[in-house]
Protein backbone atom coordinates (compact mmCIF):
# COMPACT_ATOMS: atom_id res chain seq x y z
CA UNK A 1 0.00 0.00 0.00
CA UNK A 2 1.42 3.32 -1.13
CA UNK A 3 0.87 6.58 1.21
CA UNK A 4 1.07 9.73 -0.53
CA UNK A 5 3.56 11.91 1.39
CA UNK A 6 2.29 15.54 1.82
CA UNK A 7 4.83 16.68 -1.03
CA UNK A 8 3.69 14.40 -3.42
CA UNK A 9 0.04 15.74 -2.65
CA UNK A 10 1.27 19.37 -3.19
CA UNK A 11 3.15 18.57 -6.19
CA UNK A 12 -0.03 16.71 -7.66
CA UNK A 13 -0.58 19.07 -10.96
CA UNK A 14 -4.11 20.81 -10.83
CA UNK A 15 -5.20 18.09 -13.70
CA UNK A 16 -4.49 15.12 -10.89
CA UNK A 17 -6.59 16.51 -8.12
CA UNK A 18 -10.48 16.87 -7.45
CA UNK A 19 -11.70 20.22 -8.62
CA UNK A 20 -15.52 21.55 -8.61
CA UNK A 21 -14.92 22.83 -12.56
CA UNK A 22 -17.43 22.35 -14.64
CA UNK A 23 -16.23 19.11 -16.27
CA UNK A 24 -16.54 17.38 -12.80
CA UNK A 25 -20.40 17.21 -13.70
CA UNK A 26 -23.36 15.89 -15.49
CA UNK A 27 -23.51 18.29 -18.13
CA UNK A 28 -26.97 19.20 -19.50
CA UNK A 29 -27.78 17.33 -22.44
CA UNK A 30 -25.52 14.34 -21.55
CA UNK A 31 -26.62 10.78 -21.24
CA UNK A 32 -27.91 9.39 -17.99
CA UNK A 33 -25.47 6.57 -16.32
CA UNK A 34 -26.45 3.54 -17.03
CA UNK A 35 -26.11 2.34 -13.64
CA UNK A 36 -28.95 5.19 -12.45
CA UNK A 37 -31.92 2.66 -11.76
CA UNK A 38 -35.46 4.64 -10.92
CA UNK A 39 -36.25 5.11 -7.29
CA UNK A 40 -38.10 2.40 -6.02
CA UNK A 41 -41.77 3.56 -4.56
CA UNK A 42 -42.47 2.91 -0.80
CA UNK A 43 -44.90 0.41 0.43
CA UNK A 44 -48.26 1.62 1.57
CA UNK A 45 -48.79 -0.25 5.44
CA UNK A 46 -51.47 -2.01 5.54
CA UNK A 47 -54.53 -0.48 7.99
CA UNK A 48 -53.82 -3.10 10.29
CA UNK A 49 -50.46 -2.63 10.46
CA UNK A 50 -51.41 0.98 12.60
CA UNK A 51 -51.91 0.20 16.09
CA UNK A 52 -54.27 2.92 16.75
CA UNK A 53 -52.99 4.31 20.05
CA UNK A 54 -51.59 7.80 18.52
CA UNK A 55 -48.37 7.07 18.27
CA UNK A 56 -45.92 10.24 17.48
CA UNK A 57 -44.83 9.01 14.34
CA UNK A 58 -46.85 7.11 13.17
CA UNK A 59 -45.78 4.43 10.64
CA UNK A 60 -48.38 6.19 8.54
CA UNK A 61 -46.21 9.25 9.03
CA UNK A 62 -43.17 8.04 8.41
CA UNK A 63 -44.79 6.85 5.22
CA UNK A 64 -45.47 10.09 3.98
CA UNK A 65 -42.31 11.33 4.65
CA UNK A 66 -40.81 8.15 2.32
CA UNK A 67 -43.35 9.41 -0.41
CA UNK A 68 -42.01 13.14 -0.04
CA UNK A 69 -38.48 11.53 -0.69
CA UNK A 70 -39.54 9.43 -3.33
CA UNK A 71 -41.43 11.82 -5.43
CA UNK A 72 -38.28 14.13 -5.17
CA UNK A 73 -36.03 11.47 -5.71
CA UNK A 74 -38.28 10.57 -8.93
CA UNK A 75 -38.03 14.16 -10.22
CA UNK A 76 -33.91 14.23 -10.48
CA UNK A 77 -34.13 10.44 -11.91
CA UNK A 78 -36.63 11.89 -14.99
CA UNK A 79 -34.35 14.83 -15.11
CA UNK A 80 -31.83 12.54 -15.85
CA UNK A 81 -33.82 10.75 -18.10
CA UNK A 82 -36.17 12.46 -20.27
CA UNK A 83 -38.55 10.60 -22.24
CA UNK A 84 -37.56 7.38 -20.36
CA UNK A 85 -40.57 5.64 -17.80
CA UNK A 86 -39.46 4.62 -14.43
CA UNK A 87 -42.31 1.55 -14.65
Known amino acids: MVIPTSSSIVS ?3 DDRLTD ?3 NHATEGAAAPSHDPPPTRPQRP ?3 DCCGQGCVPCI ?3 YDEAMGRY ?3 LAAWKE ?3 GESPD
Open 12 to 14: ASP
Open 21 to 23: SPR
Open 80 to 82: RHP
Open 46 to 48: DDE
Open 60 to 62: FDL
Open 71 to 73: REQ
